[in-house]
Each structure stands twice: as C-alpha cells, then as structure tokens.
C-alpha cells in the first residue's frame, strides 16, 4: 500500500531546494557513531542545557513518512540544512525532524498498526545528555541537549545515526534517511505544511480503521481519500471485511 507518495516527492524537492543554501550539510550515518544511551527518563535541567530545539515559542515539526518504493528514501543520509548543535546563537534553534522510511509489506490489512508501532518507536530514544519531548499529536518535537554532550561533540549527524539505529531494528524498516532543519522559522513552517498534509493522511486512515466509519458524505476527510488511491484502496478492503460497518 502506498499512502505517502506525493508527501516523499514533496520531501525530495524540499531537499533539493535546501541543498543550494549555504548551511546545508550532509552525512552518512555510517560515518558517524549512534551518541551512546542515557538512563532511562533521564532529565536535562535548565541549568545545564546548552540548547534547546524546537522549545515553546519556537516553530518546530516532527513526523515520519514511509513507502514501499526504496527509490522515494536515501538510506544512510542525514540531511541537515541550517546550523548544526555546536553552532547555534543565543542557545535555541526552530527545529523541524522528518524520518523518512522505505518499508516490506505494508498493504492495506496491516498498514494501520504497523504504522502505530514505527510511531511510537521514536519513544524509545533515550541518548545521554538529549532530553526529547514529543507531542505527536500536534506534530512538535521540543529537545534539550546538555553543555556535556555539546562539548563532547554532539551533532545532528550522531543524532540521526542512532534514529536510524533505532528504526532499523524494526524487521520490516529496510531503509532511513533523515532530515533536520535549524536555519529559519521560515523553513520549518514550510516543513510543516508537508507534515500537516501527511497527518491529514493519517487521521482518515485512523478514522476508518478504529471508528469503521465509511460514510463519505460526512466525513472531514472525503476530499483526502478522493485524492490517494491508497486511502481508496484502504477503504475497499475494509468494507468488504465489515460489509455492515457505518
């Protein structure tokens, strides 16, 4: 099942565009180490935080995206357009995050909880010294990094390489690439409005799959899945395992 395809196009022209500002970086994960594990629930005080991305007051996005087609991911790529942890002015950076993933399998029977699972795995990134908060539901991210990881090297190049450690220890993730942004505001609400779509995407699976709601007429969603065949799709499947659901 394809559910994000014009989303990862989108991405790959936003990346293509960031590459001709001068701040653009990019890595390969297996040139840089995964930043070791912290404690489990481990706190980074005011105190001793160098930075801050993405905090209150700040534009920030995260969300992930993924496809059946591994020609739509760069497997191994950080892309990093703006500047990097050990570069930002006044401690605080805009942040926007996207994880891109080419995945085995997806189809409509199985798409919905798979996706549940790859969402809640970034949970489960504990980094010593990087203190995360999530709140998937208004796609923000707000993390704090210490003055030890900071002056110990932290980048978002090592950062990437231990989400994609984290992701690929899912059996049926067989690719990642990674996009960070820090130059402007601008720039991550223009990432926004790509995640804001692909949430959209999201909500009208999620609608059909938990509430079996297919009445179209009175759906927020019906111009959504009128234009993604993988929702279409989606919604055949469904009706015809629950032929008597709303």
């Not at 196009?9 to 653009?24: D, G, H, K, N, Q």
């Not at 796609?139 to 450690?165: H, T």
Request: glycine fraction near 10%; charged fraction near 25%; proline fraction near 3%.
């Amino acid at each position: 099942m394809e559910l994000f395809t014009e989303i990862m196009v989108e991405l790959r022209t936003f990346i293509e565009e960031a590459r001709s500002e001068p701040s653009y970086r990019e890595y390969r994960s297996a040139d840089h180490a995964a930043w070791p594990p912290g404690k489990k629930g481990s706190i980074v005080m005011k105190c001793d935080t160098a930075l801050e991305l993405g905090a209150p007051g700040l534009e920030s996005v995260s969300f992930l995206t993924w496809t059946n087609d591994r020609s739509l991911v760069r497997d191994g790529i950080v892309s990093v357009a703006g500047p990097d942890l050990g570069e930002a002015a006044g401690g605080t950076l805009p942040f926007g995050k996207v994880v891109l993933l080419g995945v085995t399998g997806f189809d409509e029977a199985n798409c919905y909880e798979r996706h549940r699972e790859i969402e809640r795995m970034r949970h489960g990134l504990g980094l010593d010294g990087y203190m995360m908060r999530a709140a998937s539901q208004y796609l923000r991210e707000w993390s704090r990094v210490s003055l030890f990881a900071v002056g110990k090297g932290l980048g978002l190049a090592n950062l990437g390489a231990a989400v994609m450690k984290l992701y690929r220890s899912n059996l049926y993730i067989t690719s990642v690439e990674l996009l960070f942004v820090t130059s402007t505001s601008a720039r991550v609400s223009m990432l926004r409005r790509i995640g804001e779509r692909a949430a959209k995407l999201i909500s009208a699976m999620n609608r059909m799959s938990e509430e079996m709601s297919f009445d179209c007429n009175g759906c927020d969603y019906a111009g959504v899945c009128g234009e993604v065949d993988g929702l279409r799709a989606l919604r055949d499947v469904l009706t015809k395992d629950k032929p008597h659901a709303r």
